[in-house]
């Protein structure tokens, strides 16, 4: 995993937290967990995001775990998460991001069953600026969906999990179309536009 290399700095504030028990809401997955950590100088809270090295090859996620830390590393915008440092030992790979203490967008839909026109133009308007965002990077998400939406304390949102997210060599991609696999993000959200051309552009994040 040469992609995620310890440096002094990251090493020095990963010995700095120290991991609670207590689990976050989206704590686990298939080759992975996320911990809440506390700084212990300061108190402030973190996400780690904790990938079984073992794991993430024999499923085939290691282009997927480098995508997000290359993607977000590029990346500072108020919807969408921070990557604030990375680290790595023999066993794992260690992913620190801020932390989004409101949970999953995903939750809040399941529990309402439905969103006030006020409510949902709110979250679509910050959807679209982070967007906005993310294509003036040359970048596309290809993954929006309510369960990689978290949401502040303050109810604005916060884009995540950009394993899936691919950096365009060239701008004019972004208006037209790019060949991908089918299978490389949520199939059952997919854009009617990529499902019905088998492409994805960054029309078809929208």
Known sequence: MAGIRRTKSDHMLLIS???????????????GRVELTKHRRTGQHF??????IHKVIKTRQVEHVHNEKKVLNQLEHPFIVKLI????DDTNLYMIMEFIPGGELFSYLRASRVFSNAMSRFYAAEIVCALE??????IVYRDLKPENLMLCRDGHIKMADFGFAKEL???SVLHGFQEITLMDAS??????VFLDCKKNDAAGAL
Do not use: C, Q, V
């Open 169 to 171: 060599r060239d701008r």
């Open 133 to 138: 965002y993310i294509h003036g990077k040359n």
């Open 187 to 192: 199939s059952i959200l997919f854009s009617p």
């Open 85 to 88: 440092s990375t680290d790595m």
């Open 17 to 31: 937290m120290r991991i609670k028990n207590r689990r976050l809401e989206k704590s686990t997955g298939t080759f």
């Open 47 to 52: 996400a780690l995001k904790i990938l079984n």
